[in-house]
């Protein structure tokens, strides 16, 4: 088992890199809730429609629950390391015992809670297992077989584990690239780990969590199945009496809001781990709707549509959240994929129609292709999802796209290997546009290197990366995040140059702008550090810059619009084109 320093370090490095997916995969936060938001909708229609219990013309057929309303039971909590419990005489494994508790009652009276402070044994600190075992009865019954006032139908109980079992994090690949001298002897030694493990391709290793809370939910279901048409949600965690054909009351531990940053940790030096318990009642709406909650994760994850840790971080917004804000939140989320399309279809519309440069600035887009260049080699070093990196791949490849509407393309077959020539088209070459755009490119790059330098310099010195490569695609892509609004102010020169901005795509520009306000919102929900919450507001300024520009640049007739027409070139009526026309052949 990994000593205690292992385990707090591989901790740190797995929010170090929680935080950097957060960076970078904030769109797909959205895309979560929304999903899901579909997934509960759909599942409440469903269960209307379909789910719900057929009746049977023969009421002798349908199951019931053993148990009436508001009937008084005592519950009995037994911590043990067996997965089977008999051992109802062992007064050290009783925890808890609460008596009087009313059967699907919404009273204060029907909730219990204890906290106190459990002390591992030796073979738990090892990467032991440790089980809680509850039982109901009813009052004045006992749960234990071997007793003499033992009544089958009057008892039940179900077990789960309090000890969770997750992989062992791989030893950190990551290093110091300068290997100077003041390298700590822990990194040496985490190198090494790194270097066993390559070599060593063994069985994974597990390492033990304990969970601090232990809630209890009896399901308030009083609902008759038939044996042969019991919902496919409910079936899984019926229990069902073999003799009598009914159900016992649903026992249902609720870990939905237990986060995983909450689990902790079991090693040797661990003396004493809290346990908080609760018991209480839960709606048969709100047990489903959990159910399908986790399924809808975990249909996501497999799909490589959500990560581990998003999950988790969609309860906390839920756990930490405003409600009021939470509502506005999954309103926008959805509104949020509906300006994505708008935004790309606009997009491609736009440079599929246009005819002319003029105004544009063809440099932002070479530059914005090689952003999302850097941006799709750093997911795939990373290790991303296939659906990430399918989607940073398609804007990949429109970016290049574009590259060749704003400029000319040409293979060079000369050599040996074809080479790519990039020619500027005319109508950016021929008017002040190139000048302009020249002219911005020039004192930005120089600012832009500037900080390029300064971020990589301390990066190299101050943090750790498990190769050189990794070292340039790290520090290239921190500063298309942190510095990427730059390239978008040689546009704002050649509008200030040319008094105009009727040749800019507003329309998706503006569906650009409102996504970039719901960033804002999802800013402030989500948990992030706070340079990064601070950086979001960078594109919101770009924007008001524009606004600005379009309100102090009056429209006029001879500016070019976004497909290349100026309002003077109205058609000319037929008889002065046949008249031109004459004079050149007389010519």
């Known amino acids: 088992?990994?000593?205690?320093?292992?385990?707090?370090?591989?901790?740190?490095?797995a929010g170090q890199q929680q935080q950097q997916q957060q960076q970078q995969q904030r769109g797909g936060f959205g895309q979560s809730i929304g999903g899901v938001v579909r997934m509960m909708v759909f599942w409440y229609f469903i269960s209307k429609f379909f789910l719900s219990p057929k009746t049977t013309s023969d009421p002798a057929l349908l199951m019931s629950n053993l148990f009436q309303k508001s009937e008084p039971l005592d519950m009995w909590l037994y911590l043990s390391e067996h997965d089977k419990f008999s051992d109802f005489g062992n007064e050290?494994?009783?925890?808890?015992?609460?008596t009087n508790i009313p059967y699907a009652v919404w009273k204060p009276e029907s909730t219990r809670a204890l906290s106190l402070k459990y002390q591992p044994s030796e073979a738990l600190k090892n990467n032991g297992s440790l089980y809680a075992h509850v039982f109901f009865a009813r009052s004045g019954y006992s749960p234990d077989p071997k007793d003499p006032e033992y009544e089958p139908l009057a008892a039940f109980g179900r077990s789960i584990p309090v000890v969770k079992f997750l992989p062992k994090s791989k030893a950190d690949k990551k290093r110091s690239l300068l290997g100077d001298e003041k390298s700590s002897s822990e990194e040496k030694k985490m190198a090494e780990d790194s270097q066993s493990e390559l070599k060593d391709e063994g069985p994974v290793e597990w390492t033990s969590y304990w969970k601090p809370n232990v809630t209890i939910n009896l399901v308030d279901d009083f609902t008759r199945y038939s044996g042969s048409a019991i919902p496919p949600n409910v079936a899984p965690y019926l229990n069902v009496e073999p003799k009598s054909g009914d159900y016992f009351p649903t026992i249902y531990f609720n870990e939905f809001w237990l986060l995983k940053d909450k689990l902790i940790p079991i090693n040797e030096t661990v003396t004493e781990l809290p346990l908080n318990m609760e018991v209480g009642p839960i709606s048969m709406t709100k047990w489903q709707l959990f159910l399908q909650i986790e399924q809808s994760f975990q249909m996501q994850r497999s799909y490589g549509s959500m990560i581990e840790s998003e999950g988790d971080e969609i309860k906390r917004v839920f756990l930490e959240g405003n409600p009021y804000l939470l509502g506005i939140t999954m309103v926008v989320s959805m509104l949020h994929s509906v300006f994505d399309f708008l935004a790309f279809k606009n997009d491609?519309?736009?440079?599929?129609?246009?005819k002319s440069m003029e105004g544009l600035s063809a440099k932002s887009v070479v530059v914005s292709f090689i952003s999302q260049l850097i941006i799709f080699l750093y997911l795939l070093d990373n290790e991303t999802s296939w659906m990430i990196l399918m989607s940073s791949g398609v804007g990949c490849c429109i970016e290049f796209w574009k590259i060749g509407k704003a400029m000319h393309i040409e293979v060079d077959r000369s050599g040996m290997i074809p080479k790519l020539r990039f020619k500027d088209r005319d109508s950016y070459k021929m008017n002040k546009t190139k000048e302009y755009d020249d002219m911005a490119m020039k004192y930005l790059s120089y600012v832009l290197f500037f900080l390029v330098c300064c971020s990589s310099i301390y990066s190299l010195k101050y943090e750790r990366h498990k190769s050189w490569y990794s070292w340039i695609l790290s520090s290239m892509t921190q500063c298309v995040y942190m510095f990427g609004f730059i390239m978008m102010c040689p546009q704002l020169f050649i509008n200030y140059k040319l008094k105009s901005v009727a040749h800019l795509p507003w329309r998706q520009m503006t569906y650009k702008f409102l996504n970039t306000i719901i960033d804002d919102l999802f800013?402030?929900?989500i948990k992030m550090p706070w340079l990064h919450r601070l950086s979001v507001f960078r594109d919101d300024l770009i924007f008001l810059i524009y606004i600005y520009q379009r309100w102090i640049y009056p429209v006029d007739k001879k500016r070019v619009n976004e497909f290349g027409f100026g309002g003077d070139d109205e058609p000319q009526p037929t008889e002065a084109i046949e008249a031109k026309e004459g004079d050149k052949k007389t010519n």
Not at 1 to 13: C, R, S, T
Not at 92 to 98: D, G, M, P, R, V
């Open 523 to 525: 800013a402030f929900v």
């Open 92 to 98: 050290k494994a009783l925890i808890w015992h609460e």
């Open 348 to 354: 491609i519309q736009f440079w599929n129609k246009n």
């Open 1 to 13: 088992m990994a000593p205690p320093a292992a385990i707090v370090e591989g901790g740190e490095v």
